[in-house]
C-alpha cells in the first residue's frame, strides 16, 4: 500500500475510535435496532412499556433503539415477519398457535383491559340496543371484526354473528354504511379510535349501557430462536412491576378509561374464551377495575 493510501486508512481509524469515544472517555457500544409491530396511536402504551422494560436492564454493551415496522401490514404477517426475523417484538393477544410459534413473555402487558369490549354503533341506534337483553343481542346485532383478528373465535364460539374485513381502518366505514351493528372495540381503544375519527364518522357511538369481558391476555412475543431478547425484555417488566413504575405507566396511558369505568354501570356480558392456551393465569383487572361485581 502506498504511503498516502497508508495515512488515510490510519486517519479513518483513528474517527472510528474518536467516534466511539463517550464523553466520560468510554467506549459506547453502538445502538441494536429493536423493530416492532404493531405501531398506530392505540399501540403507543405497548412500546412505551417495552421501551421502560429495556431501559430497566440497559447497560453500556446493550443500547438499543425502538423502530416500528415501516410497512402497513395483517397480524399474519406481522406473525410470519417476526418468525423471519424482519420484525424483533409483537405485542398481540395469546392463543394456543401462537404459542406454538413463537416466543411469548408471559407477563399480561394490558392487565385483562382490552377484553373489556365497548360496542361502536351508529348513534341513532342507541335507544334500540340499550332495550336488548342477552339473547337478543345475539340474535339481533351483527358484528364486525378483523378477518385476522384472534377475538373473531371468541365472538362466533360465544353465539355472535360477525362480519369481517381484512381491513381495520374499512371496518368502521362499514359499520357507518350500515353493513353490521356494532364493532367491539377494547376499554383502552373505543374512545381514541373514535376522537381520531370524529370528522370522518361524526354518526358513530359508543353504546352506552353494556359491554363485553372475556380473558384476553396480550403479551410481548419474539422469535423462538431469540431467547435472550425474551429474558431481557421479562426481567425488564419484572424490575417495573417491582418498583411500581409499570403500574404508573399503565395508569398513565389509561386514565380516561379507568376513571369512566368507576362513573359507569353497565351490563357487562362475560364470555367463554375458547381460544385460552390451556393453564393461562386469569387477566388481574385490579388496577383499572377494582370491583366487577358492580358492573352487572
Known amino acids: 500500500m502506498s504511503r498516502p493510501g497508508r495515512i488515510r486508512l490510519i486517519s479513518f481509524a483513528i474517527a472510528c475510535v474518536v467516534a466511539a469515544i463517550g464523553c466520560g472517555g468510554q467506549v459506547t457500544a453502538a445502538e441494536t435496532a429493536i423493530r416492532y409491530f404493531p ?4 399501540y403507543e402504551y405497548r412500546w412505551k412499556l417495552l421501551e ?9 454493551q446493550s ?5 416500528p415496522y415501516a410497512e402497513d401490514i395483517t397480524q399474519n404477517r406481522g406473525i410470519f415477519l417476526l418468525q423471519s426475523g424482519a420484525i424483533d ?3 398481540l393477544g395469546t ?3 401462537r404459542e406454538s410459534k413463537l416466543l411469548p413473555i408471559k407477563i399480561d402487558i394490558l392487565r385483562g383491559i382490552v377484553g373489556f369490549r365497548l360496542l361502536v354503533i351508529r348513534a341513532t341506534d342507541q335507544a334500540h340496543i340499550a332495550q336488548m ?8 346485532l351483527a358484528f364486525g371484526l378483523n378477518s385476522q383478528w384472534a377475538d373473531l373465535a ?3 364460539a360465544n353465539g355472535f354473528s360477525v362480519t369481517t374485513s381484512s381491513s381495520y381502518e374499512n371496518l368502521f366505514g362499514m359499520l357507518a354504511a350500515g353493513r353490521f351493528d356494532a364493532f367491539p ?5 373505543a374512545r381514541r379510535e373514535l376522537d381520531e375519527r370524529k370528522q370522518s364518522y361524526p354518526q358513530l357511538a359508543i353504546e352506552t349501557t353494556k359491554a363485553l369481558f372475556f380473558p384476553y391476555p396480550v403479551y410481548f412475543w419474539v422469535n423462538k430462536g431469540n431467547p435472550m431478547l425474551a429474558e431481557r425484555i421479562e426481567r425488564g417488566l419484572r424490575l417495573a412491576l417491582a418498583d411500581g413504575s409499570f403500574r404508573k405507566l399503565f395508569e398513565s396511558y389509561h386514565a380516561m378509561e379507568i376513571a369512566a369505568i368507576r362513573q359507569e354501570r353497565r351490563h357487562v356480558i362475560r364470555l367463554d374464551n375458547p381460544i385460552l392456551p390451556e393453564g393461562t393465569a386469569q387477566p388481574d383487572t385490579s388496577w383499572w377495575w377494582p370491583d366487577p361485581a358492580l358492573q352487572r
Open 133 to 140: 337483553d342477552d339473547p337478543s343481542l345475539r340474535r339481533q
Open 63 to 67: 443500547a438499543v433503539r425502538l423502530e
Open 52 to 60: 421502560l422494560a429495556l431501559a430497566h436492564t440497559a447497560d453500556a
Open 95 to 97: 392463543t394456543d398457535e
Open 154 to 156: 371468541i365472538l362466533r
Open 39 to 42: 405501531s398506530g396511536s392505540i
Open 185 to 189: 372495540r377494547g376499554l383502552n381503544e
Open 89 to 91: 417484538v409483537i405485542a
